[in-house]
Nanobody
Framework: QVQLVESGGGLVQAGGSLRLSCAAS????????LGWFRQAPGKQREFVAG????????EYAHSVKDRFTISRDNAKNTVYLQMNSLKPEDTAVYYC???????????????WGQGTQVTVSS
């Protein structure tokens, strides 16, 4: 069992920045690949970014590439999402997920956090 706790969401003006954190705990938490997804009202949950535990190789959705950066601190079992140049369309609940294997962009994660709200005002 892996527990995920997100933090760092909030209200920011367009063009601003936020950093989200996701702390993982539980059995072998450090061996899981971690991903960020988001869900806006009335829309499906979508992949934002992910990172492999073994290679630290990141993957990004096209809509956030060059604006968002995912990183992880294995010593703290924490993954971060640095979000720069935020746009109103980035407004959503952001979820952290953990999975042992499979494509980072796929929704079939083993565990999910409770989500953190990000609101970008124009």
């Amino acid at each position: 069992q892996v527990q995920l706790v997100e933090s760092g969401g909030g209200l920011v003006q367009a063009g601003g920045s936020l950093r989200l954190s996701c702390a993982a705990s539980g059995r072998a938490a450090s061996l899981y690949d971690l991903g960020w997804f988001r869900q806006a009202p009335g829309k499906q949950r979508e992949f934002v970014a992910g990172i492999r535990w073994s290679t630290d190789s990141p993957e990004y959705a096209h809509s956030v590439k060059d604006r968002f950066t995912i990183s992880r601190d294995n010593a703290k079992n924490t993954v971060y999402l640095q979000m720069n140049s935020l746009k109103p369309e980035d407004t959503a609940v952001y979820y952290c997920g953990a999975r042992l294997s499979g494509p980072l962009w796929s929704h079939n994660y083993d565990y999910w956090g409770q989500g953190t709200q990000v609101t970008v005002s124009s």
